[in-house]
């Protein structure tokens, strides 16, 4: 079964939206409400992430993780300004099912082995902001899509399932925020890299680009700001999935 999966960016205890992972714009409702409603649509999984990656606000975060598991039944993963186990397991206690690192496993890789060592390889998602170079390669970014590396995303991705990562979310910083498709040859050269399931972020603006994501070798897509907006419903998306003959819930 392919995932559609709500992405949700958090800045102290408001939804915000932006592009490129950059100039971020408050949404007026609370994420909580966005969330339920995802919920009741039939999303299949949440993934809330701390837009300004830090510490500070974070009893903000749990509040709206815990409110979340009040009413809403599905898989929550929740990344943004985790650095060591004890906030991995301050998250998970909060309610959340996953935890996606990706700053803190550019800097100290071993701490993707550390929490599935700890909670299982399932619990570690590891977080990847990829930008394309003029050479046609993939580096990748962190800190919120503002410090570069010279690492090669598919490298860092083999490395990554390597090390224990179970999942990985994928964000595409080009293609983040504009909603004119998704980055399929991003998508294309991680997923066949890996044995571990891909998450495919950034650039949705209709149901069709799912399809073109999941036929590109994603097994799931996280959307933002198509859902925020109602540019799109999960129903129109697993509509056309069905179409296509891809199976979803």
């Excluded at 071993?110 to 909670?119: D, M, R, T, V």
């Excluded at 998602?125 to 962190?142: C, D, E, R």
């Excluded at 991003?186 to 149901?207: M, R, T, Y």
Aim: some cysteine; hydrophobic content about 40%.
């Amino acid at each position: 079964m392919k995932r559609v999966i709500a992405r949700l960016d958090i800045k102290g205890n408001r939804l915000v939206k932006g592009i490129h992972l950059e100039g971020w714009r408050f949404l007026p409702e609370h994420p909580n409400e966005y969330c339920y409603n995802y919920y009741l649509q039939g999303v299949d999984e949440i993934i809330y992430v701390d837009a300004v990656a830090s510490l500070y606000n974070r009893d903000s975060l749990k509040e709206i993780i815990k409110k979340t598991t009040d009413n809403v039944f599905v898989p929550i993963t929740v990344g943004g300004g985790i650095r060591t186990l004890d906030d991995a397991y301050d998250i998970l206690r909060s309610g959340a099912d996953k935890v996606a690192i990706c700053t803190q496993a550019v800097k100290h890789p071993e701490i993707i082995s550390e929490i599935a060592g700890k909670y299982g390889n399932q619990c570690m998602v590891l977080s990847i902001q990829a930008k394309k170079n003029q050479s046609g390669t993939y580096s990748v970014w962190y800190d919120v899509a503002r410090e570069k590396t010279e690492i090669d995303v598919v490298e860092w991705a083999q490395r990554g399932e390597e090390l224990g990562a179970g999942e990985i979310l994928l964000t595409s910083i080009d293609h983040e925020g504009l909603e004119r498709g998704m980055d399929k040859e991003l998508i294309k050269l991680v997923s066949s890299a890996v044995s571990i399931p891909v998450i495919a972020s950034g650039g949705l603006g209709n149901s069709k680009h799912f399809v073109e994501a999941i036929e590109s070798g994603a097994d799931a897509v996280a959307i933002a700001k198509a859902l925020h907006y109602e540019r799109v419903s999960i129903k129109e998306i697993k509509d056309e999935a069905r179409k296509n003959n891809i199976k979803v819930r």
